[in-house]
């Protein structure tokens, strides 16, 4: 967790360097901003706290490992997941949709309001069932298959499933990873314990290795097949805060930017 927290830290004064300190590095004036001074589909002017739409610091929602968040998340079985496309190819067991991607489904999926949190800004207003800061400023995320990619998810990237090609060998079975992986296509995540859970990622050529960054791809420690293992969600490729990481296209909140598809290859030998 030190090795963590040191690294973000420097990355964090590396950009303020580059960018002048500018205010705008980050979620603040991004496509994740709904207010008035961000970018996203429609703004309200009823609240300037660009968090309050993801996050409550207080009664936040616990049915899914996502830290504070503060809109009802959809039920997991809600989806028709990528194993259903059948590929002949796809070798990895799911869970339900679950972790952290529901968190991006609870506006990703179009089913409520962008603006429904569970605690109003101010105080007074926590309902378990959610409600809409501005009623009638904004609606539900529109676009389909993006940035709006529905309940339908046999046309994205896989989502929670088990990493490295269906998972660890028999003899590897508490997901530490030390001997091969199923599929040899995958590389090897790393793997370090914090406050006694497990956590992996994949090393991508961005910063230090065997560090967890928020340039790596993060792989998120799931018990839903048995075993406590790591899952690719949405997280694993996406930072929902940072807007600066873009390119070769202008797709902002990205881990590192694809240049050469190196997002796909951190994980994919190919
Ligand atoms: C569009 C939704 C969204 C907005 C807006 C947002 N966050 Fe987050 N935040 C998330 C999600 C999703 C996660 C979980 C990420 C994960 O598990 O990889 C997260 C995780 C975090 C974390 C813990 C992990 C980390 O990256 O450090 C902190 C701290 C955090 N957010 C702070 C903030 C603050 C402060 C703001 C406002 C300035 C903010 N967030 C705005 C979606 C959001
Ligand atoms: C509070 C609602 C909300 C949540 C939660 C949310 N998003 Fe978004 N997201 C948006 C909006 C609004 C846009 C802008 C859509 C547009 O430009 O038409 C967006 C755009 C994006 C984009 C495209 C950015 C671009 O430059 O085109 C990505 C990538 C993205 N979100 C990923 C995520 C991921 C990953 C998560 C979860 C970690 C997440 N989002 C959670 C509302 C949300
Ligand atoms: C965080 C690691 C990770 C990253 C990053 C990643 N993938 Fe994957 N990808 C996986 C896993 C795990 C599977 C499941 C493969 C399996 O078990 O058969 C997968 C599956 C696939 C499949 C095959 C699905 C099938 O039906 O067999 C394709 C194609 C694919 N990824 C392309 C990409 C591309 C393109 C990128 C970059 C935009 C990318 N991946 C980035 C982990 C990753
Ligand atoms: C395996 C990596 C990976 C995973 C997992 C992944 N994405 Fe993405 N996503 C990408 C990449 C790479 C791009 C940028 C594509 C580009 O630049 O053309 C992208 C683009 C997007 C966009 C913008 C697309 C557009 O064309 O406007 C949205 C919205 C988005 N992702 C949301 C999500 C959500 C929500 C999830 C989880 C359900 C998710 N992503 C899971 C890699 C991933």
């Known amino acids: 967790m030190r090795a963590f927290r040191t690294s973000v830290v420097v990355a964090v004064l590396g950009l303020g360097t580059a960018l002048g300190n500018s205010a705008s590095a980050g979620v603040v004036g991004s496509q994740h901003d709904l207010t008035a001074g961000g970018q996203g589909q429609g703004s309200t002017s009823k609240t300037n706290e660009v968090c309050v739409f993801c996050h409550t610091p207080h009664g936040s929602a616990t049915n899914a490992p996502v830290p504070l968040w503060n809109k009802v998340l959809p039920p997991s079985g809600g989806f028709t997941q990528y194993s259903t496309l059948a590929t002949p190819s796809f070798d990895a067991s799911e869970a339900p949709v679950?972790?952290?991607?529901?968190?991006?489904l609870s506006c990703h999926d179009g089913s409520q309001a962008m603006d429904v949190v569970i605690n109003l800004p101010g105080s007074g207003g926590w309902n378990a069932g959610g409600q809409q800061i501005d009623t009638a400023a904004l609606g539900?995320?529109?676009g389909s298959p993006v940035p709006m990619l529905g309940k339908d998810l046999t046309n994205d990237h896989p989502i929670s499933m088990q990493y490295g090609g269906g998972g660890a060998l028999?003899?590897?079975a508490d997901g530490l990873f030390a001997g091969t992986l199923k599929d040899p296509d995958f590389k090897k995540p790393v793997k370090a314990t914090v406050n006694g859970q497990p956590v992996w990622w994949v090393d991508s050529p961005i910063g230090a290795s065997a560090q967890r960054e928020k340039s790596d791809m993060v792989l998120y420690a799931r018990n839903d097949l048995g075993t406590v293992q790591p899952f690719v969600e949405c997280g694993s490729c996406h930072d929902p805060h940072n807007a600066d990481t873009k390119g070769p296209t202008t797709v902002a909140f990205?881990?590192?930017p694809n240049t050469a598809s190196q997002i796909c290859t951190t994980c994919h030998s190919k």
Do not use: E
Request: proline share 0%; charged share 10%.
């Open 98 to 104: 679950g972790s952290v991607s529901l968190a991006c």
């Open 140 to 142: 539900a995320m529109t």
């Open 170 to 172: 028999a003899t590897d």
């Open 254 to 256: 990205l881990r590192i």
